[in-house]
């Protein structure tokens, strides 16, 4: 009985029959993947061919979905949120390949403009910054793990160091130009508390945190935002008006008052690109350890930039969040401090008695 129905069901595949849509479902052991009968590929081999009642049951047995038939849409499940959740899957892992639109478009079956519109609809960036995303991702995980800049480099799939940084400026926040223009659209949103290091004020856009200072006191703190974006739209965080930033401030105050590691926190920084790629390498160093000016105008690609690598760090609006303090000079001296030696020497003993705690 079985081999009869397995036989009609299989005629209505190679007749490509919508009517049979729902009813079952085939999948191919040779390439993975479960279809609808309809589905306008090449008919499979017979023998390489088996049978499901449900979409369900094929995943359940390790089988993919298709990317030209969707069979997901015929149990009501969104066939264009699941073919993107796999692509952000195929883009993890070929992560340090070259993925072209086309490629990727391609493997999914959609013309380029249809998936590059779908893949930031569902995922919310597109293919190009995801990719993107990981390889940085990679990147930090490796000199975290204790890998060299350049192994580090290679590992994540970029081809030189200089590759690492020369889009990292994109989408990250406020163009270099907008910045120059003062802020002008912008919306931010700030507070000011007392930290074990003093005044501090915390700055947010909607993308993330743009101004993280220390100060003598919130008047002057605000002034100091005032001067940094003169044309961008100002709000006091009211009290319990802000749940996230309100959040962000605990978090950071935990870890001056030394109760809690340095937050991971999203930021919307603001810079050149060279600038951005100081600030990264920074943020990789790991606590307790210092690096000099020249090692981190080395680990960006820019040996000879030393003191732009130091430049760099004098420009940084976000304090601790971004641990310019962990930059010194060759000969082991403190060098400079934004925000003055005492705080940056203090970050400093902190960090590592709380290393050798650790």
């Not at 397995?6 to 849509?21: E, L, N, S, Y």
């Not at 993890?92 to 990727?104: F, I, K, P």
């Not at 919310?124 to 000199?143: H, I, N, T, W």
Request: aromatic residues 8%; proline residues 4%.
């Amino acid at each position: 009985m079985d081999k009869d129905i397995d036989a009609a069901r299989w005629a209505r595949v190679q007749a490509h029959d919508k009517t049979a849509d729902g009813e079952f479902f085939y999948a191919v052991r040779t390439t993975g993947v479960f279809c609808r009968p309809s589905c306008p590929a090449r008919t499979a081999k017979r023998a390489n061919v088996i049978f499901y009642e449900t979409a369900a049951g094929a995943e359940a047995a390790g089988y993919r979905p298709c990317r030209r038939c969707h069979p997901l849409a015929m149990e009501g499940r969104d066939p264009h949120g699941s073919l993107m959740q796999a692509m952000a899957s195929f883009i993890v892992a070929h992560a340090d390949e070259r993925l072209s639109l086309e490629r990727l478009a391609q493997e999914a079956g959609m013309s380029p403009f249809h998936f590059q519109r779908s893949f930031k609809a569902v995922i919310g960036v597109s293919p190009k910054d995801y990719q993107a995303a990981e390889r940085l991702r990679r990147f930090k995980d490796r000199l975290r793990a204790g890998d060299t800049v350049l192994g580090a480099t290679f590992e994540a799939g970029y081809g030189s160091t200089s590759r690492i940084y020369e889009r990292v400026g994109d989408n990250l926040g406020m163009t270099p130009s907008a910045y120059r223009a003062g802020g002008a659209g912008e919306r931010i949103v700030h507070a000011a508390r007392e930290t074990a290091l003093g005044p501090l004020m915390m700055a947010a856009t909607e993308r993330g945190i743009c101004f993280v200072q220390f100060g003598t006191c919130a008047d002057a703190l605000a002034r100091q935002l005032a001067q940094e974006f003169p044309r961008a739209q100002l709000e006091p965080a009211a009290a319990g008006g802000s749940a996230e930033l309100d959040a962000w401030m605990v978090a950071l105050g935990d870890h001056l008052a030394g109760v809690a590691p340095r937050p991971d926190l999203p930021l919307d920084l603001r810079g050149t690109a060279f600038q951005i790629s100081v600030w990264r390498l920074l943020m990789s160093v790991r606590e307790g350890e210092v690096v000099s000016y020249s090692e981190l105008a080395a680990g960006v690609g820019a040996p000879r930039a030393v003191r732009a690598a130091a430049s760099a760090c004098a420009a940084n609006r976000v304090a601790v969040l971004i641990p310019c303090h962990r930059a010194l000079r060759a000969d082991g001296g403190l060098g400079g401090y934004r925000w003055g030696l005492e705080r940056k020497r203090a970050l400093l003993d902190a960090e590592r008695a709380h290393r050798v705690a650790a």
